[in-house]
């Protein structure tokens, strides 16, 4: 077969079908039958998406390899699948020739999703560290979530051990648009206007045993116990009262969330770490590397 070199195809999935697509050139007819494959055929998650790449001569002769990237929410895994001229066959698995894998040979290695950090707007969020750290932390998460509490917890550990290597920026990303966590979000958003130490005192209370204890409290509790601390401190609770009556809590959350939609934030907690999409808790092996340790 295909004079005589021999080709071993393994996971094959043999796909007829027609050219009847119109208003694309074949080149074009060719991608779109490949992404077509890939969204029918590999059973892909909710929000994944398919990145065209490029299209070239395949080993299988009358065959070209279309090369695509699938962006998850934290990793870019490239594919590589082979479409006949006519886009009448499809091989979606593993070529093997001569015994190298060559479907893997064309496709490459997975890697870290890269968000551009333009995209994050951290200049508008609370921080700690150094404006120019070696390693900046954007971390999405919400005050109802444990493991946003446990991956706080780390990225506390990481400030007190490096303060002049991280800087952290903290995003609000209550899960449900309405509901408590949204409410306690608005709230602690609201502090911002007060000042950003203020922010961070109400922040790490609400992260603490203490404050995780009364986080499902009512609204009006939850608010007299924030002017409360605030008072205690010394700082202007009337411009937390301004900040909630005008509505500037609410829509700092909601700046947040479109930004975290934006770049493919889809639970908490999830951060980018110098430009490297992470979901779930804060990989210490990860961030120790960026500082060299």
Not at 98 to 109: C, F, I, L, P, Y
Request: charged share 25%; aromatic share 10%; proline share 4%.
């Amino acid at each position: 077969m295909f004079k005589k070199t021999l080709f071993q195809v393994t996971c094959l999935i043999f796909l007829s079908f027609s050219l009847a697509t119109q208003g694309f050139a074949q080149k074009d007819n060719i991608a779109q039958i490949a992404i077509d494959t890939v969204r029918t055929h590999m059973g892909l998650r909710p929000g994944v998406e398919i990145k065209f790449i490029e299209k070239k001569e395949s080993p299988v002769p009358g065959f070209y390899t279309v090369r695509m990237v699938l962006l998850t929410p934290d990793k870019e895994i490239p594919i590589v699948i082979y479409v006949d001229k006519a886009g009448e066959r499809v091989f979606l698995g593993t070529l093997i020739v001569k015994g190298e894998n060559v479907t893997r040979k064309e496709a490459g290695e997975p890697k870290t999703r890269k968000v551009d950090q333009a995209l994050l707007e951290m200049e508008r969020s609370p921080f700690r560290g150094p404006a120019q750290a070696k390693v900046t932390i954007v971390e999405f998460s919400n005050f109802h979530c444990s493991y946003c509490l446990k991956s706080w917890k780390k990225a506390e550990g990481l400030l007190q051990n490096y303060p002049q290597d991280i800087k952290y920026v903290f995003k609000h990303f209550p899960l449900q648009p309405n509901g408590k966590a949204r409410d306690l979000s608005e709230m602690v958003a609201a502090v911002q206007m007060v000042s950003n130490e203020a922010f961070w005192a109400i922040h790490d209370f609400f992260f603490s045993d203490e404050g995780q204890a009364i986080i499902n409290n009512g609204k009006e509790q939850l608010r007299l116990r924030i002017e409360i601390i605030l008072k205690q401190k010394g700082w202007d609770v009337k411009a937390f009262q301004t900040a909630m009556n005008t509505g500037y809590g609410k829509a700092r959350v909601e700046e947040d969330v479109a930004v975290g939609a934006r770049i493919g934030v889809s639970g908490t907690p999830s951060a980018v770490i110098n430009g490297n999409f992470v979901s779930g808790l804060l990989p210490e092996k990860t961030i120790a590397m960026y500082l060299g340790k």
